[in-house]
């Protein structure tokens, strides 16, 4: 959906205050330029994301790094901290996550082709070393499995195992259990989950001894009806509920 503020000033300042080249957001909002087209952002932090003109790509830049969505207090990411990302994108919450944590990692996971070679890109212009990309979806089991695209194809996260589209795609699947293995982790400081709904999976079937490595857990909710027994359990695994400014997000750390 829309910012609920996109027309505001509170909006308007708070893109001035994140990005140099601020106006590519109105520019693209007032239909200028052609669809797909890649741009450049400049953030005042120094970094750079590369977008899609006429996408939701410019709505998740908003999203992430002028409001936050995904680190309002208590959540943290720390200096030496290990994040995973599931349903990377084009790489703005890695990007976000890469500044944080600079001695750190970052390990990303984003399924979708285009979305992937974007990603790529974004960290290789950044010049993060400490960011690891996998070309994989995260699921309750590994192996390969059938990806629909979304019925608009300018919303270019909806990507999903579960909403049929009229067109798929095949996708690699890794788990939770298989990327604490093989990448050898003792704990998780922050999972973050954007991934389609694939969050109720990943989340029912971990085990309970790797729940318990996971220090913090930061999601965009897409089946609500779903989520009670989920955060019940993420509840009864040691974890509290943060409480999030925005409905559809939800933050659990351990205290």
């Known amino acids: 959906g829309q910012d609920p503020d996109d027309d505001s000033l509170v909006r308007l300042f708070r893109n001035i205050k994140t990005f140099r080249n601020w106006y590519q957001h109105y520019w693209d909002r007032y239909g200028f330029g052609e669809t797909g087209k890649e741009v450049e952002l400049s953030l005042r932090n120094g970094q750079s994301i590369h977008l899609r003109r006429k996408t939701s790509d410019f709505r998740t830049a908003r999203s992430i790094f002028s409001d936050h969505s995904y680190l309002h207090p208590p959540i943290e990411i720390p200096e030496t901290g290990t994040v995973i990302d599931v349903g990377g994108h084009i790489g703005c919450f890695t990007l976000f996550a890469g500044g944080k944590a600079g001695k750190g990692r970052v390990l ?74 093989k990448q050898k982790l003792e704990k998780i400081d922050l999972l973050k989950l954007d991934c389609e709904g694939a969050e109720v999976e990943i989340l029912q079937t971990v085990s309970d001894e790797l729940l318990h490595r996971i220090r913090q857990i930061v999601m965009e909710i897409h089946v609500p009806d779903r989520m009670e027994p989920v955060f019940g359990r993420l509840l009864q695994s040691g974890f509290e509920r943060a409480d999030y400014p925005k409905k559809n997000y939800a933050a659990f750390f351990r205290p």
């Open 108 to 181: 990303t996971f984003e399924p979708e082709p285009a979305n992937f070679q974007l990603l790529q890109k974004n960290v290789q212009i950044n010049q993060l070393d400490q960011v690891e990309l996998f070309p994989l979806a995260v699921t309750a089991e590994a192996g390969e499995r059938e990806m629909f695209y979304p019925k608009k194809r300018t919303s270019t996260g909806g990507s999903s195992l579960f909403r049929e589209g009229p067109e798929s795609f095949r996708v690699d699947c890794t788990t939770l259990p298989d990327i604490f293995e």
